[in-house]
């Protein structure tokens, strides 16, 4: 592309500094800041300046979107393939980000075909991409406050947890109940009945085995001072993790009825076994996209999900390894739905078998069986055709073997 402008912009939170440049000349070099008159101004500058295209750090955010928004075409740059470059331009180790926005705009001009311009989703595909994202935020946060809350029970009261998760409705009511070992003297199989039915309980656990798992259970030796304290922060994690459950919650219902509104759920529904399963497929719907040309093979789309290895080969050395670098919320969405359909499809539950007979552990015969989805759940996104096992060639082919 002779002749034509590059940009690099090297984003921070406050300004970015931007470097234009035409055949590796550096033409204007200039920062803006990160506000509606620094990023208005920087999309018209760069749109008069006959940009033809611009390189990021970054996938996302209202930046890149303004620039989609302006007709620019964006190239998304890992930070490591940044690091890797800079030696091609500098004979020094330095860094700066002057320096990085030039190297950005470089790649740009001389590798615009290694990296895949940014297409934006759909408003509804963006959508679904935030609750999601949000409620796996939601998530780590419960689980990481849910193992301090089991650690202080452990600690001084492992008789609360009689529940099979310490985080559940039923529990988190029973210890705001019963904080500490002092609260829940006297408690028998009458009191923890009525308990039960207060808290709308709908375990089939008879109050009375309750009752026993509790005396069962191990007495902790803390004195009062030191009960009282871990009581209050019992209570204390119990007041943040609440809510945090309850969004949770709440967060699923809207995923819900989001992923029943998009035009690709049909694609991915016949792929569960419950069709009224909704996490999983909706992650696989915001982060596969609804920009088809995102993914050109099949292949392209199983290595950013993590399912196909990274290959090492040196003189006499071969080896496969694990692939890093990959978009992980796409690469859980698709080993969870490798693991549930290696129960109850006979085609996956053939393929994973084989794998583990190779000597493959559990994760990787995941990831084997994960592939091997890949290669069919691109078809159907590509054509939008909803998976049908009576066009799926190897399922057709083993069930007229026997298998």
């Given at each position: 592309?002779?002749?034509?402008?590059?940009?690099?912009?090297?984003?921070?939170?406050?300004?970015?500094?931007?470097?234009v440049?035409?055949?590796?000349?550096?033409?204007?070099?200039?920062?803006?800041?990160?506000?509606?008159?620094?990023?208005a101004?920087?999309?018209?500058?760069?749109?008069?300046?006959?940009?033809?295209r611009?390189?990021?750090?970054?996938p996302?955010?209202?930046?890149?979107?303004?620039?989609l928004?302006?007709?620019?075409?964006?190239?998304?740059?890992?930070?490591?393939?940044?690091?890797?470059?800079?030696?091609?331009?500098?004979v020094?180790?330095?860094?700066?980000?002057?320096?990085?926005?030039?190297?950005?705009?470089?790649?740009?001009r001389?590798d615009?075909?290694?990296?895949?311009?940014?297409?934006?989703?759909?408003?509804?595909?963006?959508?679904?991409?935030?609750?999601?994202?949000?409620?796996?935020?939601l998530?780590?946060?419960?689980?990481e406050?849910?193992n301090?809350l089991?650690a202080?029970?452990?600690?001084?009261?492992?008789?609360?947890?009689i529940f099979?998760?310490?985080?559940?409705?039923i529990?988190?009511?029973?210890?705001?109940?019963y904080?500490?070992?002092?609260?829940?003297?006297?408690?028998?199989?009458?009191?923890?009945a009525?308990?039960l039915?207060?808290?709308?309980?709908?375990?089939?656990?008879d109050?009375?085995?309750?009752?026993?798992?509790?005396?069962?259970?191990?007495?902790g030796?803390?004195?009062?001072?030191?009960?009282?304290?871990?009581?209050?922060v019992?209570?204390?994690?119990?007041?943040a993790?609440?809510?945090?459950?309850?969004?949770?919650?709440?967060?699923?219902?809207?995923i819900?009825?989001?992923?029943?509104?998009?035009?690709?759920?049909?694609?991915?529904?016949?792929?569960?076994?419950?069709p009224k399963?909704?996490?999983?497929?909706?992650?696989?719907?915001?982060?596969?996209?609804?920009?088809?040309?995102?993914?050109p093979?099949?292949?392209?789309?199983?290595?950013?999900a993590?399912?196909?290895?990274?290959?090492?080969?040196s003189?006499?050395?071969?080896?496969?390894t694990?692939?890093?670098?990959?978009?992980?919320?796409?690469?859980?969405?698709?080993?969870?739905?490798?693991?549930?359909?290696?129960?109850?499809?006979?085609?996956?539950?053939?393929?994973?078998r084989?794998?583990?007979?190779?000597?493959?552990d559990?994760?990787?015969?995941?990831?084997?069986?994960?592939?091997?989805?890949?290669?069919?759940?691109?078809?159907c996104?590509?054509?939008?055709?909803?998976?049908?096992?009576?066009?799926?060639?190897?399922?057709?082919?083993?069930?007229?073997?026997?298998g």
């Amino acid at each position: 592309m002779a002749g034509t402008k590059t940009a690099g912009i090297d984003w921070a939170s406050e300004a970015h500094e931007v470097c234009v440049s035409e055949e590796g000349r550096v033409l204007e070099r200039f920062s803006v800041s990160h506000d509606e008159r620094g990023i208005a101004s920087l999309a018209a500058r760069l749109t008069r300046a006959g940009i033809a295209r611009v390189a990021i750090e970054r996938p996302d955010g209202i930046l890149v979107e303004r620039l989609l928004a302006a007709g620019i075409e964006v190239l998304a740059i890992h930070p490591n393939q940044v690091k890797a470059a800079r030696a091609r331009f500098a004979v020094a180790h330095g860094k700066s980000d002057r320096f990085d926005a030039y190297v950005l705009a470089e790649l740009a001009r001389t590798d615009a075909h290694r990296f895949r311009a940014l297409v934006p989703d759909s408003d509804e595909t963006k959508a679904l991409k935030a609750l999601t994202r949000a409620r796996e935020d939601l998530v780590g946060v419960r689980v990481e406050l849910a193992n301090q809350l089991r650690a202080q029970l452990q600690a001084f009261w492992p008789g609360a947890l009689i529940f099979a998760e310490v985080d559940s409705p039923i529990s988190l009511a029973f210890l705001a109940r019963y904080p500490s070992p002092a609260e829940a003297k006297g408690l028998g199989a009458g009191r923890m009945a009525a308990f039960l039915g207060r808290s709308s309980y709908s375990g089939r656990t008879d109050p009375a085995e309750l009752v026993a798992r509790i005396k069962a259970a191990p007495e902790g030796t803390a004195g009062e001072a030191e009960c009282q304290a871990r009581r209050t922060v019992v209570l204390g994690l119990l007041a943040a993790l609440g809510p945090i459950v309850e969004e949770i919650a709440e967060l699923t219902t809207q995923i819900r009825g989001a992923l029943a509104a998009h035009p690709d759920a049909e694609i991915f529904r016949p792929l569960f076994r419950d069709p009224k399963t909704t996490i999983c497929p909706a992650t696989l719907i915001a982060e596969l996209g609804d920009a088809r040309g995102r993914y050109p093979t099949e292949a392209a789309m199983a290595a950013d999900a993590g399912m196909s290895p990274v290959a090492l080969e040196s003189g006499k050395l071969r080896v496969a390894t694990f692939r890093r670098a990959c978009d992980k919320r796409l690469r859980v969405a698709v080993a969870t739905l490798a693991d549930s359909t290696r129960h109850w499809h006979p085609w996956a539950k053939e393929v994973y078998r084989k794998a583990r007979a190779r000597g493959q552990d559990h994760p990787h015969a995941i990831r084997t069986l994960g592939r091997a989805w890949i290669r069919v759940l691109w078809r159907c996104w590509r054509d939008r055709v909803p998976y049908d096992s009576a066009r799926h060639g190897n399922f057709n082919r083993l069930q007229t073997a026997g298998g």
